[in-house]
Each structure stands twice: as structure tokens, then as C-alpha cells.
């Protein structure tokens, strides 16, 4: 059986689901506290920077923060496109599931970004490529949440914030280039940098260690939430077929 069968049919099996969520989602949260603690203990702990001082720790907040939104974006587009063309309930609810998880950590990157770039630039906001392109995905998150909410019929609203979700995409390498494409107030690529890492290796463990405790809660929330939907779309039915 080909990948995309086995990944499809796993998707139309909630019982699946539900069953490998229920240990999955705890076990991501535990690694996501130990994760999270240990990178802001040793983030906070790192020398201060020799040209950015004290205000250098935000990045240990900021840039996992702006990684995870294009990453649950990826997410929720992915399980938007497997949602509208194989028709998969648990898709569905896996994408709605991802929307405000997202929209949470591109808000985060906005407002560290906002806070580290005033001492940087002297101005708490630049209409910069990289700022506006990441502003623009908080709207992008915001609208598709609010395309769902806006239309009765759950399956139309689905297969509506799925197409806003696939338009999307485009923001992302927009994103991701915005620093070589256009003249750029906002720092290059620093830690995957072609030729090694620019940052300094004090830097890099507390940077590994926060990129993972978010990554590992964005999963433990993300399987919760999608765990939640689906409880909530069954016990709609049930109540609809009690009703007739």
C-alpha cells in the first residue's frame, strides 16, 4: 500500500485515532514542560550578547515562536488539503483544530518580535517584508477561523476555510525568503545559515531545547483539541438522530 493510501486511511479511522491520541497527546505534554523549562532556565542563564545585551534572551521566546507558525500553518493546510479532496471527517477537525494553535504562536512571534525589535530599531513596528508577511498569516489564521464560524452548514465551512487554508500557502515561502528577496530591516537566516550556524553556541542548546518544548506542545494541544472536536461532532449526531 502506498504512502498516501496508508497515511488517507488512517485518517478515515477515528477509532484509530482516539486510541493512539489518548497516551500520544499526555506523553508530548510531559515532554513539552521538561523542554520549555530546561530552555528558559538555560536561555536565561546564557552570557548577556556583546551587541544586543540582556534583550538577546527574547529571542529564546521569539524565533521558536515564529517557526512554530509557519509550521502548524503547514499543518493545518495539510490536513485541510486531505479534508477537501478525500473527503475525511478527521482531517476536518484535525484543521479547525490547528487554527487557533497557530494563530496563538504567530501572535506570540508578533508581540516578542514587537518588544525585541523597539531596543533593535528604536520602533515597535516597521512595515518591514518579514513583519508584514507574518502579520498577514495572523490574518490568514484569523480568517479561516472566522470563515468557519461564519456558515451553518459544517461540511460548506469546512470545504470553505479549506481552500482559504490552501491559498495560504503562498504566504509561507513569502515568509521564509522575505530577508534575501527584499531589502530587509528584519536579520537573515542566522541559525541555519549556508556555511554553519551564525549564532553563537551558547545560544543554540536553550534555542534547540524551546523549539522543541513548543514543537511538543503545539502536538499535545493540537491531538487534545482534535480529540475534542471529534467528541463534540459525535455527540451532535447522536443528538440529531435522538431528535428525529
Known amino acids: 500500500m502506498s504512502f498516501v493510501a496508508t497515511l488517507t486511511a488512517g485518517l478515515s479511522n477515528p477509532a484509530r485515532f482516539m ?49 512554530m507558525s509557519m509550521t502548524a500553518y503547514a499543518c493545518l493546510a495539510g490536513t485541510s488539503f486531505f479534508g477537501l479532496v478525500f473527503r475525511h471527517a478527521l482531517a476536518d477537525a484535525a484543521a479547525k483544530a490547528a487554527a487557533p494553535l497557530g494563530a496563538a504562536f504567530t501572535a506570540l512571534a508578533l508581540v516578542t518580535g ?11 513596528w516597521v512595515w518591514d517584508a518579514r513583519l508584514t508577511s507574518e502579520l498577514v498569516l495572523l490574518l490568514l489564521y484569523l480568517g479561516y477561523m472566522a470563515l468557519y464560524a461564519a456558515l451553518d452548514d459544517e461540511q460548506k465551512a469546512a470545504r470553505a476555510a479549506a481552500i482559504l487554508a490552501l491559498v495560504g500557502v503562498v504566504n509561507l515561502p513569502i515568509i521564509h525568503f522575505s530577508v534575501v528577496w527584499w531589502n530587509s530591516l528584519h536579520q ?26 513548543y514543537f511538543s506542545l503545539f502536538a499535545a494541544l493540537w491531538l487534545v483539541r482534535t480529540r475534542t472536536e471529534v467528541w463534540r461532532r459525535k455527540a451532535a449526531a447522536q443528538a440529531l438522530r435522538a431528535a428525529r
Open 19 to 67: 486510541g493512539v491520541s489518548r497516551w500520544l497527546a499526555p506523553a508530548f505534554g510531559v515532554v513539552a514542560a521538561v523542554s520549555i523549562l530546561a530552555g528558559l532556565w538555560t536561555g536565561f542563564s546564557a552570557p548577556d550578547d556583546y551587541q544586543q545585551g540582556a534583550t538577546v534572551r527574547i529571542m529564546f521566546i521569539h524565533v521558536p515562536a515564529a517557526i
Open 114 to 124: 514587537s518588544l525585541w525589535g523597539r531596543p533593535m530599531w528604536g520602533t515597535w
Open 188 to 213: 537573515g537566516e542566522t541559525i541555519f545559515a549556508a556555511g554553519g550556524s551564525k549564532a553563537s553556541a551558547v545560544y543554540l542548546l536553550p534555542l534547540g531545547l524551546m523549539f522543541l518544548g
